[in-house]
Nanobody
Framework: QVQVVESGGGLVQAGGSLRLSCAAS????????MGWYRQAPGKQRELVAV????????????DLADSVKGRFTIARANAKDTVLLQMNSLKPEDTSVYYC?????????????????WGQGTQVTVSS
């Protein structure tokens, strides 16, 4: 079984910064894709940032939603299966529950297969 745990949410004033962390643990080979999503009340869950593993950290590729480009950064932490979301210049409209989704390779009798797991979410509130 695989567990995905987020941390780092909280309350911050507009213009401030927060850093979210997401770690995967359990029985798997490696994380292949790590993503951050957010969902505000009454809205659909949306993709914020994604990191595609290139094997080595220097080969990772990332993509960010237009609404957060220039303010948010996604990167792998020193621990291989941990991903960080650095959020700067936060705005009230960034207020949401932030969820981490990890895609990991799992050994099966037929060979490696990819499975996706969600974290429980962490609240980010930006006051004006």
């Amino acid at each position: 079984q695989v567990q995905v745990v987020e941390s780092g949410g909280g309350l911050v004033q507009a213009g401030g910064s927060l850093r979210l962390s997401c770690a995967a643990s359990g029985s798997f080979m490696t994380a292949t894709r790590m993503g951050w999503y957010r969902q505000a009340p009454g809205k659909q869950r949306e993709l914020v940032a994604v990191l595609n593993s290139g094997g080595y950290t220097s080969d990772d590729t990332t993509d960010l939603a237009d609404s957060v480009k220039g303010r948010f950064t996604i990167a792998r932490a020193n621990a291989k299966d941990t991903v960080l979301l650095q959020m700067n210049s936060l705005k009230p409209e960034d207020t949401s529950v932030y969820y981490c989704k990890m895609a990991v390779l799992v050994r099966t009798p037929k060979g490696p297969d990819e499975y996706e797991y969600w974290g429980q979410g962490t609240q980010v509130t930006v006051s004006s």
